[in-house]
């Protein structure tokens, strides 16, 4: 069972600072293009509905019309990505101290992971067109 987790950070100019509930400590990992050149590489990511952001710099950028992602305007640090509609936010989980029981449990959009890193975890693993679907799903629900 998860157990909710308090975490507190910053962006990288210490501009903005993040208190967040996270709901577990599983990390997921994003191959979709959006994410890859936002990120420079896989998004890996922890998951809150409980999140709170001060300061003044907090930016929000729509790439998509379902999502918008959220960036430090001072130092361009990312901060979140967010369905449009929803307060769960996927928060980068650099951004935060290692806790020791962090494991990374899925991956998204597999099908376009590039072929030149393997990871060695075992996990779920999703293709885009699966990712969607459930989102739709959700939707009806």
């Not at 910053?10 to 191959?31: D, F, P, Q």
């Not at 999140?51 to 907090?58: H, I």
């Not at 979140?80 to 935060?96: A, I």
């Given at each position: ?108 959009f597999i099908d ?30």
């Amino acid at each position: 069972m998860d157990t909710p987790t308090p975490l507190s950070a910053s962006c990288l100019c210490g501009t903005v600072e993040i208190n967040a509930i996270i709901k577990s400590l599983e990390i997921g990992v994003c191959y979709c293009g959006m994410c890859r050149q936002w990120a420079g590489s896989p998004y890996f990511a922890i998951e809150s509905d409980n999140v709170a952001f001060s300061g003044n710099s907090v930016k929000t950028y729509d790439s998509s019309d379902w999502a918008e992602r959220g960036f430090c305007c001072d130092c361009g640090t990312h901060l979140f990505y967010r369905m449009k509609g929803s307060d769960t936010h996927y928060l980068p989980v650099g951004l935060f101290p290692a806790h020791d029981t962090m494991t990374m449990s899925h991956q998204i959009f597999i099908d376009n992971k590039p072929e030149y890193y393997s990871f060695e975890q075992k996990t779920v693993c999703m293709t885009g067109e699966e990712v969607m679907a459930q989102f739709a799903g959700d939707d009806k629900a």
